[in-house]
């Protein structure tokens, strides 16, 4: 899992332009690093015993590498494993990240090495890695030929996944229950992503493509939508097919969300309908005559105003969900995502795009990092905002990136090459949050902060 304080990621941005974080992922360029270079750290090889540095081992981090990161998860439906990173020192000539199954990681514990001596990750995976266990780790680099101290210590919980079907969208209902679904009917649960497995919680009511996935409190329910005006209501466990056949058109369903006393669900073919208080009765709404024949990707609303985004850069905007604003002039790659952060509207996109607006009328373009990367999913808040919310933004190539707005954002290795389509954030109580990510093939995939 990520492990790093909300200040800590402003620091963290800091050190990625004065260490040239994201050019070095590739040691060459600034494109995302594919799975077969991340592989390239480890095959899960470790060993046991010191190696022999003079790092300290009692808790002085001064000098030590920063930005220490864990990914955890399946990233491709065949095992599990941590994705250990960490911000570059331009000045240090090796790595070795030491781990253990208990809190309390000293230079006497087992040793994973990446390949590559300048690298900035490792990929711990193999019979080392079991899923629903708890990984320690602590970095250190080695500089004009001396250990550093050993980096604050990070977590990792990995869990398997048990589809091998592309996941589309995960929402999470604020105590207890994690929901994410995906293509051929998928709905799959766990109480956390994380200790506990991941479990077929699919409904034969509903064998289509389920593209979006929400939680609410007002009804205490999950909502999801899907192909074929696909409509479900439930707990996380038992499911109700909502009946939609009053729509004169039946429309693949791309994502929903809660107004705060009802439903909006976006489609293709310009397809925006809106609900009853509980999402058992639906109608549709007209979008207008110039979007007839656009697929709408994804809805957000800061509570005062919705923003409907979807293909060749069409946004639209409504204050009612009734009457809609067509927005010119954002370009022509398609939008895929949004949300809204308690402060600014966030659009995640193909070709690299990022847009934020603090009206949903006013758009100011980003550049996150990133080359030749089609952003899938932005990170949702189902359960509420947190005190201080870290915007991520997931896609192509296994790409995660944090702070996308801040020119350029951080990137974190992921340890896949599999597309990322979905991503919610878990609050953890009095324990640290997290982020839940999915994708094809089954991946999930979890990031905390601590």
Same mark, same amino acid.
């Given at each position: 899992?990520?492990?790093?304080?909300?200040? #800590?990621?402003? +620091?963290?941005?800091?050190?990625?332009?004065?260490?040239?974080?994201?050019?070095?992922?590739?040691?060459?360029?600034?494109?995302?690093?594919?799975?077969?270079?991340? !592989?390239?750290?480890?095959?899960?090889?470790?060993?046991?015993?010191?190696?022999?540095?003079?790092? !300290?081992?009692?808790?002085?981090?001064?000098?030590?590498?920063?930005?220490?990161?864990?990914?955890?998860?399946?990233?491709?439906?065949? #095992?599990?494993?941590?994705?250990?990173?960490?911000?570059?020192?331009?000045?240090?000539?090796? =790595?070795?990240?030491?781990?253990?199954?208990?809190?309390?990681?000293?230079?006497?514990?087992?040793?994973?090495?990446?390949?590559?001596?300048?690298?900035?990750?490792?990929?711990?995976?193999?019979?080392?890695?079991?899923?629903?266990?708890?990984?320690?780790?602590?970095?250190?680099?080695?500089?004009?030929?001396?250990?550093?101290?050993?980096?604050?210590?990070?977590?990792?919980?990995?869990?398997?996944?048990?589809?091998?079907?592309?996941?589309?969208?995960?929402?999470?209902?604020?105590?207890?229950?994690?929901?994410?679904?995906?293509? +051929?009917?998928?709905?799959?649960?766990?109480?956390?992503?994380? *200790? !506990?497995?991941?479990?077929?919680? *699919?409904?034969?009511?509903?064998?289509?493509?389920?593209?979006?996935?929400?939680? #609410?409190?007002?009804?205490?329910?999950?909502?999801?939508?899907?192909?074929?005006?696909?409509?479900?209501?439930?707990?996380?466990?038992?499911?109700? +097919?909502?009946?939609?056949?009053?729509?004169?058109?039946?429309?693949?369903?791309?994502?929903?969300?809660?107004?705060?006393?009802? =439903?909006?669900?976006?489609?293709?073919?310009?397809?925006?309908?809106?609900?009853?208080?509980?999402?058992?009765?639906?109608?549709?709404?007209?979008?207008?005559?110039?979007?007839?024949?656009?697929?709408?990707?994804?809805? #957000?609303?800061?509570?005062?105003?919705?923003?409907?985004?979807?293909?060749?850069?069409?946004?639209?905007?409504?204050?009612?969900?009734?009457?809609?604003?067509?927005?010119?002039?954002?370009?022509?790659?398609?939008?895929?995502?949004?949300?809204?952060?308690?402060?600014?509207?966030?659009?995640?996109?193909?070709?690299?795009?990022?847009?934020?607006?603090?009206?949903?009328?006013?758009?100011?373009?980003?550049?996150?990092?990133?080359?030749?990367?089609?952003?899938?999913?932005?990170?949702?808040?189902?359960?509420?905002?947190? *005190?201080?919310?870290?915007?991520?933004?997931?896609?192509?190539?296994?790409?995660?990136?944090?702070?996308?707005?801040?020119?350029?954002?951080?990137?974190?290795?992921?340890?896949?090459?599999?597309?990322?389509?979905?991503?919610?954030?878990?609050?953890?109580?009095?324990?640290?949050?997290?982020?839940?990510?999915?994708?094809?093939?089954?991946?999930?995939?979890?990031?905390?902060?601590?």
């Amino acid at each position: 899992m990520l492990k790093l304080s909300h200040s #800590e990621l402003s +620091r963290l941005l800091l050190l990625a332009c004065s260490f040239c974080l994201l050019a070095s992922c590739s040691d060459s360029s600034d494109t995302p690093v594919p799975a077969d270079v991340v !592989d390239d750290g480890s095959d899960g090889g470790s060993d046991d015993g010191s190696s022999g540095g003079s790092g !300290d081992d009692a808790g002085d981090t001064s000098g030590a590498p920063q930005g220490v990161l864990v990914v955890s998860g399946d990233g491709d439906s065949t #095992e599990v494993q941590n994705t250990i990173s960490w911000s570059l020192n331009p000045d240090a000539t090796d =790595y070795t990240v030491y781990w253990d199954n208990a809190p309390g990681v000293t230079e006497d514990s087992s040793v994973v090495v990446p390949a590559v001596d300048t690298t900035r990750y490792v990929v711990h995976s193999d019979a080392d890695v079991v899923a629903g266990s708890d990984y320690y780790y602590r970095v250190q680099a080695t500089v004009a030929d001396a250990a550093t101290p050993l980096s604050d210590e990070v977590s990792g919980v990995p869990q398997l996944s048990i589809t091998a079907n592309q996941l589309n969208d995960v929402a999470w209902n604020g105590v207890d229950t994690l929901v994410a679904v995906g293509d +051929r009917g998928v709905i799959i649960a766990s109480p956390n992503g994380t *200790a !506990d497995p991941w479990m077929n919680v *699919a409904t034969a009511d509903a064998p289509q493509q389920l593209t979006g996935v929400t939680w #609410e409190s007002v009804n205490s329910q999950f909502l999801v939508v899907g192909a074929g005006n696909t409509v479900l209501t439930g707990d996380g466990a038992n499911w109700a +097919r909502q009946d939609l056949s009053n729509l004169a058109v039946s429309s693949n369903l791309q994502d929903v969300t809660w107004l705060g006393d009802r =439903y909006i669900a976006v489609g293709n073919n310009g397809a925006i309908i809106t609900s009853n208080a509980d999402g058992t009765s639906w109608v549709a709404q007209d979008a207008g005559p110039d979007v007839g024949n656009t697929s709408f990707n994804a809805v #957000e609303t800061n509570g005062d105003r919705i923003v409907v985004i979807g293909g060749n850069g069409t946004v639209l905007s409504s204050v009612d969900a009734v009457t809609w604003e067509l927005q010119p002039g954002l370009g022509n790659n398609n939008l895929n995502d949004i949300t809204w952060d308690g402060s600014q509207y966030l659009i995640a996109g193909s070709n690299d795009t990022v847009l934020t607006s603090v009206d949903g009328l006013t758009w100011t373009a980003h550049i996150p990092g990133t080359s030749d990367i089609n952003f899938v999913a932005v990170t949702q808040w189902d359960d509420g905002l947190p *005190a201080t919310p870290v915007i991520g933004i997931v896609g192509s190539s296994g790409t995660l990136v944090l702070g996308p707005e801040n020119d350029p954002g951080v990137f974190v290795p992921t340890g896949t090459n599999e597309q990322l389509g979905g991503m919610t954030w878990v609050d953890g109580g009095d324990a640290p949050g997290y982020f839940v990510i999915v994708g094809n093939d089954g991946t999930v995939l979890t990031a905390r902060y601590e």
